[in-house]
């Protein structure tokens, strides 16, 4: 097997607000929005995430969807041109209700500063788990 592609398949409880909290943040959407699915394209490479009304997943699954309460299996990283992007990021974040779990201007070091990367961490509406990522060594 050889994909062309690979996106992935989330699951959300609120098609409206999930797309109101991706337009916010500046992605682009990708197709019309249904009652069962909104659409982003993430990077330059158009990195395709769905985000499914939880039931429909869970049709799709044969199976129950994650409880993002107890735990992640996946975040997925975004990289930044710098620290300032970040920065606004994780404001625009804060500010349309998304959850920081980890703001590099209050939370300790991590061992990414020790190699010259710079990141923070941010959960969407739904508990999804994002890696905003800078590498201050280019």
């Not at 019309?32 to 799709?60: M, N, R, W, Y």
């Not at 994780?90 to 349309?96: G, S």
């Not at 998304?98 to 990367?117: A, L, Q, V």
């Amino acid at each position: 097997m050889t994909p062309k592609q690979i996106w992935a398949n989330l699951g959300v409880e609120n098609i409206e607000r999930t797309q109101e909290f991706y337009l916010a943040l500046g992605f682009k959407q990708n197709g019309t929005p249904s009652k069962d699915l909104v659409s982003f394209l993430f990077g330059d490479d158009a990195f395709v995430i769905h985000f499914f009304k939880k039931e429909k997943l869970k049709t799709s699954l044969e199976g129950e969807v994650a409880d993002l309460s107890q735990g992640n299996e996946i975040m997925f990283t975004l990289s930044a041109e710098s620290k300032e992007e970040i920065h606004e990021c994780i404001e625009k974040v804060k500010k349309i209700g998304g959850t920081i779990r980890f703001d590099p201007r209050k939370d300790r070091k991590s061992f990414y500063d020790e190699n010259g990367y710079y990141v923070g961490v941010f959960a969407d509406l739904d508990g999804h788990l994002f890696n905003l990522f800078c590498n201050l060594n280019k």
